[in-house]
């Protein structure tokens, strides 16, 4: 079986001064993760592996760059799944290794230095509207895997748990179908199951395009969300979706990567 390793930075506006860095951020995180895949590693150590790098990464806001958002840094939310034998895995709420560390000790001072109205004002100001991170891998295997991290919305409510930790919403896997993340507006994300709704299109005979595309068309039509995702199917088919402005994604198979932001935006190189 070929690897396949996809990542997603969010969907979101993008400003233009950004963009190369985000390019160069989501290609350095999928060839990450591709190569625990070329080198026998499994889906779920290779969407971590990828996840992680883009946690580290100021660019992104997901992870130990949460503290953007001042909300997030309670509820840094993480969670992988594995499909083998059918069981998911799930630390939502939680956050991982050092990131949970880093956020509890944030928050304390957070909350000691600023007053609540001005934190939020700030944040207004310098946050990003790219908030979550996720990939997705087949391995060698047949094994697929998905990662989602989050730092939440911006402003968000203390205490809200958005889609991301949800099994279903934020992401899903089944070595009988492929594996999924998803990013956007959570609460529309869980009003329609996005992750698990793409995957029953794909049960019922749609491709990985169609799938996303129903999926996404129903959570804009139906209740009225934008958002993305990434997919990959148990044979290596694979796409990159948003109803947002942008997403940035990049995509690893058969030695090259394949990445981009916009809306008919693609670049394929090959990878060292
Ligand atoms: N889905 C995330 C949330 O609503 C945000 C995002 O994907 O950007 O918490």
Same mark, same amino acid.
Request: aromatic content about 10%; hydrophobic content about 35%; proline content about 2%.
């Given at each position: 079986m070929n690897p396949v390793l996809v990542v997603h930075g969010g969907a979101g506006p993008v400003s233009e001064d950004v963009k190369e860095r985000l390019r160069q &951020?989501?290609? $350095?995180?999928?060839?990450? *993760?591709?190569?625990?895949? $070329?080198?026998?590693?499994?889906?779920?150590d290779a969407v971590e592996g990828a996840v992680v790098t883009l946690e580290d990464n100021p660019e992104f806001n997901a992870g130990k760059c949460a503290f953007r958002l001042m909300s997030a840094i309670q509820h840094i939310e993480e969670e992988k799944s594995r499909a083998e034998k059918k069981e998911s895995k799930d630390? *939502?709420?939680? &956050? *991982?290794?050092?990131?949970?560390?880093? *956020?509890?000790?944030?928050?304390?001072?957070l909350w000691a230095s600023f007053s609540f109205s001005a934190c939020r004002f700030f944040l207004f100001i310098f946050s990003r509207n790219l908030e979550t991170v996720g990939a997705v891998a087949l391995d060698c295997k047949g094994n697929v895997a998905y990662a989602t991290s989050t730092g939440g919305l911006v402003n968000k409510m203390v205490g809200r748990v &958005?889609?991301?930790?949800?099994?279903?919403?934020?992401?899903?896997?089944?070595?009988?179908i492929g594996a999924i993340s998803t990013t956007g507006h959570g609460e529309s994300i869980l009003k329609v199951n996005l992750a698990r709704l793409t995957l029953y299109h794909m049960e019922q005979g749609k491709t990985v395009e169609e799938a996303?595309?129903?999926?996404?068309?129903?959570?804009?039509? $139906?209740?009225k969300g934008l958002g993305g995702l990434i997919l990959v199917s148990k044979t290596g088919d694979?796409?990159?979706?948003? /109803? /947002? /402005?942008?997403?940035?994604?990049?995509?690893?198979?058969?030695?090259?990567?394949?990445?981009?932001?916009?809306p008919g935006e693609t670049t394929i190189k090959d990878l060292a």
């Open positions: &951020g989501i290609v $350095r995180a999928a060839t990450v *993760g591709y190569c625990i895949l $070329r080198e026998g590693g499994s889906a779920v630390s *939502g709420g939680k &956050g *991982g290794t050092f990131n949970s560390v880093l *956020g509890s000790k944030l928050h304390c001072w &958005g889609d991301s930790p949800c099994v279903g919403s934020g992401g899903y896997a089944d070595n009988d996303a595309d129903l999926s996404l068309g129903y959570m804009k039509s $139906r209740v694979w796409v990159a979706k948003w /109803t /947002t /402005t942008s997403m940035p994604w990049a995509a690893t198979k058969d030695g090259k990567v394949h990445f981009g932001i916009d």
